[in-house]
């Protein structure tokens, strides 16, 4: 079966430490691969989305930074957090470029303090 | 990009009783989905449906994309369906599968 998984399910961070959150999928070739992030007040963002291998696009320039370097695998960093990092992070797949419905994973909560 | 309005923003009901949510967007989609937030977070699908209408136990869901515009029935609301409802789509002409969000509905059901 297709799952998706994603670590770690809470973090608590200090201002210019380093970040890495992981997203892997299972039971699937190919997927599309998006990050979103939730901050307070609901509204969910895009911020990079990957079709392939190596392949990253940002939706927004920030602090973070993606990479995909294997096919079911999707990787969120940052070198340097800020105060402003702090949110709900969801990883989210959609196999290759069919018009199936997207599976989230269950988020990781950042709160950078 | 596609612009997505849901409606109401809040809502509050008595277990037991109906609800409507609705979701309109401003431009064809290929894809929409209706996801529920439960209070840890994760959003759960409830329904893929760029049209036509679905059902699942007390929830059902119909999509006229030719006035674009979506709407989840909720029947018999219990306090487990708390939480936040959104309505995601993805633009016809969008070949890299990006959703755009609604800011959701909060539903509190109390008992």
């Known amino acids: 079966s297709q799952t998706i998984h994603q670590w770690p399910a809470t973090l608590v961070q200090p201002v210019g430490s380093p970040l890495s959150l992981e997203c892997t999928v299972e039971?699937?070739?190919?997927?599309?691969l998006y990050w979103y992030r939730q901050a307070a007040g609901r509204g969910l963002q895009l911020l990079f989305y990957?079709?392939?291998?190596?392949?990253i696009s940002s939706e927004v320039p920030q602090n973070l930074s993606a990479s995909r370097p294997q096919d079911r695998q999707f990787i969120l960093s940052s070198k340097k957090l800020l105060l402003s990092d702090s949110g709900f992070y969801l990883c989210?797949?959609?196999?290759?470029?069919?018009?199936?419905?997207?599976?989230f994973g269950s988020g990781t909560r950042l709160t950078v303090v | 990009g596609i612009q997505v309005e849901q409606s109401p923003p809040d809502l509050i009901l008595q277990e037991g009783a109906n609800s409507t949510l609705r979701c309109n967007f401003s431009d064809s989609v290929n894809n929409l989905q209706w996801f529920h937030q439960n209070p840890w977070g994760q959003l759960i699908n409830l329904f893929y449906?760029?049209?036509g209408t679905k059902q699942n136990g007390r929830l059902s869901a119909t999509t006229v994309a030719t006035e674009r515009y979506s709407l989840l029935y909720i029947s018999s609301s219990q306090t487990t369906d708390s939480g936040v409802y959104f309505c995601a789509v993805k633009s016809r002409g969008s070949t890299l599968g990006r959703l755009y969000f609604g800011r959701g509905t909060q539903l509190t059901v109390w008992p």
């Open positions: 039971g699937t070739s190919n997927p599309n």
């Open positions: 989210a797949w959609l196999p290759g470029l069919t018009n199936y419905g997207y599976t």
């Open positions: 449906i760029p049209s």
């Open positions: 990957s079709v392939g291998i190596g392949q």
